[in-house]
């Protein structure tokens, strides 16, 4: 049978099959941070063995991390100690670690493109659910628990059963102030939470060719909030042309054989796919979510739907409308809004923020609202302030904090008070996920910086 | 890390009658700070179990004195979300050995079977099952036996059979662990590496 593009790499990184068990694969690259390697790097010491090829391993700190004043010594010892932890280990065994400070540290996902330590065709694991952006590039990539962690840096591989395959087919043209978070969340919110569990999915069609690098990994990190394994999509000129030249990637004469395998990462036009859907462009609106699973979205002008048109448990739909303090039927448009977040692993990069700026340029922050926004990575960082965005950022009455997944999970103290509502460009909206008590909407960085200039729920493209 | 071997479990079952609990539930974040695994037992759905001055919530389940057990009973899509294998450590340390559900999230799944909790799989119908009779009887006992992959509510005698991978299962009923079995094979990872060129 004709492969797919996920068949082509997956076969390729087969060590061994286990008889009626797992398939073990090589694992490319492994990215670790704080959060999720301290227990796997003490198994190592029980076991008594060492990493087995550190130069495959990177590390940065980012999930639990100050926002602000990051040169001075973290107040918290716990998260103190989780860094000074990660530190040692990296020391330890040789691992490059890019703490905090350090001009490459940021997001793990917003970093391991920046210096192409992601590339096509690789199998790349971390210790975290969002690993799937770098599926964007046509690599295998997957969030593990920690006891694979524990697999990957003793050996290199990690065990697996190979999910089932899902193409998600969108063509046609996304209307205006319609962008990869849109994209994304329309698609969740048709499959549901669990619609892709079991699967590893492909994005194919023309809205997935014609996104920005950018765009595809916002897209490919979405993809566990429908319960996938991991997103992906072929690569093309526009992987190559991003990835070139970066710091990790391969270059000269490794560059041309990487090249030729590259250029085989497409599915076969006769492969077959275990379950494919399609969808048109023009279905898709600006989004935002009113529920407490990523599922939970509707387009920003709709209700909340009913209860009796949802799947599932009635008993569990009320409650999440509960939490939220909303009803069935109600418009999302014009709800109070208290905070609003522009970060994180889904839309902390350099063209969020560009789209963010273009809406407030010209307008002022709304007083009710208090504005997290956090670089990805202090590359990012570093962009804004090159490209002017910073100065229009000032002049709107924002200001800029320092990279971090921050809020996302609000793991330090950036935590959205109980009861308040924060329309948040990250990923997940679950009970309490940015503070206990918090409300979160999902939407897009153009949604989020509608409310933030509004001071409420409000369509961004009343605003262009 | 090894764990206790997996054989049969005859225990009362604790129901958690909610779709789609995420891991941010069963562990929050802020509880993600440790750097060993000890404890996370303590903060097992923390904000479903206490109010935010520490007091226990009377109406949620694991504070309700007529459900205990080792078997954790959950509505569909358990575990979605966060990878986070502090979520297994969690209703490890808290004394669950077996959650059931009539779908898992695939993460979830794959630290539970790493870590020595059994994920058994069971129909819809016979998840209302377990609900039902464990509603009218919080004494009643589940009997999950690994080996013959069969669970039974044993006072209506009715049981349903389970899937698993067999070498996952083969992991279970003996301790054994994945890490074990890749170190064995280390020289055939290390040709592997030699060919490899990304």
Redesign the interface.
């Known amino acids: 049978m004709s492969k797919t593009l996920f068949d082509k790499v997956w076969d390729s990184h087969i060590?061994?099959q286990?008889?009626?068990?797992?398939d073990?694969l090589?694992i490319?690259?492994h990215m670790v941070h704080e959060?999720?390697s301290?227990?796997a790097f003490?198994?190592l010491e029980?076991?008594g063995?060492s990493v087995?090829?550190p130069e495959k391993t990177f590390a940065t700190a980012d999930?639990?991390t100050p926002t602000i004043n990051q040169h001075l010594p973290i107040k918290?010892p716990?998260?103190a100690?989780?860094l000074k932890?990660l530190e040692n280990n990296s020391a330890k065994h040789g691992i490059s670690y890019w703490g905090l400070g350090h001009k490459k540290n940021g997001i793990v996902h917003v970093v391991g493109p920046e210096y192409g330590i992601t590339?096509p065709?690789?199998t790349i694991v971390c210790?975290?659910?969002h690993t799937s952006t770098h599926g964007a590039f046509g690599a295998i990539a997957f969030?593990?628990?920690?006891?694979?962690v524990?697999?990957v840096l003793?050996?290199?591989?990690i065990?697996?059963?190979k999910?089932k395959k899902m193409r998600i087919n969108i063509n046609g043209e996304l209307g205006k102030g319609v962008t990869p978070k849109d994209v994304a969340l329309f698609i969740i919110s048709r499959l549901t939470?669990?619609g892709a569990?079991?699967f590893f999915v492909e994005y194919a069609g023309n809205v997935f060719t014609s996104m920005s690098m950018e765009g595809r990994m916002t897209v490919c990190n979405l993809s566990?909030e429908m319960?996938a394994?991991g997103g992906m999509i072929a690569p093309d000129k526009k992987t190559f042309h991003y990835i070139k030249n970066r710091e990790f990637t391969?270059k000269g004469k490794?560059w041309d054989?990487?090249m030729d395998?590259w250029q085989t990462l497409y599915s076969e036009n006769d492969s077959v796919f275990d379950k494919e859907y399609h969808f048109d462009a023009i279905e898709i609106e600006p989004m935002i979510t009113y529920g407490t699973?990523p599922g939970m979205g509707i387009a920003i002008t709709e209700g909340i739907p009913k209860a009796d048109t949802i799947q599932?448990?009635a008993?569990?739909y009320q409650?999440s409308l509960n939490y939220m303090g909303y009803n069935e039927g109600e418009k999302m448009i014009g709800k109070p809004v208290d905070f609003v977040f522009l970060g994180s692993c889904t839309n902390g990069r350099i063209e969020d923020f560009r789209a963010f700026a273009e809406i407030i340029k010209g307008r002022k922050k709304a007083p009710n609202v208090t504005a997290w926004l956090v670089p990805g990575s202090h590359k990012v960082l570093t962009s804004i302030k090159e490209e002017g965005i910073l100065d229009v950022l000032k002049e709107s009455g924002f200001e800029l904090r320092e990279p971090g997944c921050s809020a996302c999970?609000?793991?330090n103290d950036d935590k959205v008070p109980?009861g308040k509502y924060a329309v948040s460009t990250s990923n997940?909206n679950?009970?309490?996920?940015q503070g206990?008590?918090s409300r979160t909407l999902l939407a897009s960085p153009i949604v989020a910086a509608a409310a933030a200039v509004t001071g409420k729920v409000t369509d961004p493209r009343i605003l262009f | 890390?090894a764990y206790e071997k997996f054989n049969i479990l005859k225990s009362k079952g604790v129901p958690l009658?909610?779709?789609?609990v995420?891991t941010?539930?069963i562990i929050?974040?802020?509880f993600?700070?440790?750097?060993?695994?000890v404890g996370f037992g303590d903060n097992l759905f923390r904000?479903w179990r206490y109010n935010?001055d520490n007091s226990p919530k009377k109406d949620f389940v694991l504070n309700n004195s007529l459900y205990s057990g080792k078997i954790l009973i959950g509505?569909?899509?358990f575990g979605?979300?966060?990878?986070?294998?502090?979520a297994?450590w969690a209703i490890y340390d808290y004394g669950f050995r077996c959650v059931v559900s009539s779908?898992?999230?695939?993460?979830f799944r794959?630290?539970c079977l790493?870590?020595g909790v059994l994920p058994v799989q069971v129909s819809v119908d016979f998840l209302s099952k377990i609900f039902k009779e464990i509603d009218n009887d919080s004494n009643s006992e589940l009997e999950v036996n690994l080996k013959e992959q069969k669970i039974s509510i044993i006072k209506l005698r009715e049981s349903e059979s389970f899937d698993i991978?067999?070498?996952?299962k083969n992991n279970m009923l003996n301790g054994y662990?994945?890490?074990d079995?890749?170190?064995n094979?280390?020289e055939?990872?290390r040709i592997?590496?030699d060919n490899?060129?990304?």
């Open positions: 060590v061994q286990v008889i009626n068990g797992p073990i090589f490319d690259r959060v999720t301290p227990v003490l198994g029980k076991r063995v087995l090829y999930h639990n918290d716990l998260s100690k989780q932890t590339v065709g690789a210790g975290d659910s969030g593990i628990g920690t006891s694979e524990e697999m003793s050996t290199q591989c065990m697996q059963i999910p939470t669990s569990t079991g566990i319960g394994r391969p490794s054989k990487a395998y699973n599932g448990g008993s569990t409650k999970l609000a793991m109980a997940r679950f009970e309490g996920r206990p008590g | 890390m009658q909610i779709e789609n995420d941010d539930q929050p974040a802020r993600l700070k440790a750097t060993k695994r904000d935010q509505g569909r899509n979605s979300g966060s990878s986070r294998e502090h297994a779908f898992f999230a695939d993460i794959n630290n790493n870590i991978n067999p070498y996952k662990d994945d890490i079995y890749l170190i094979i280390k055939q990872i592997f590496a490899t060129f990304l």
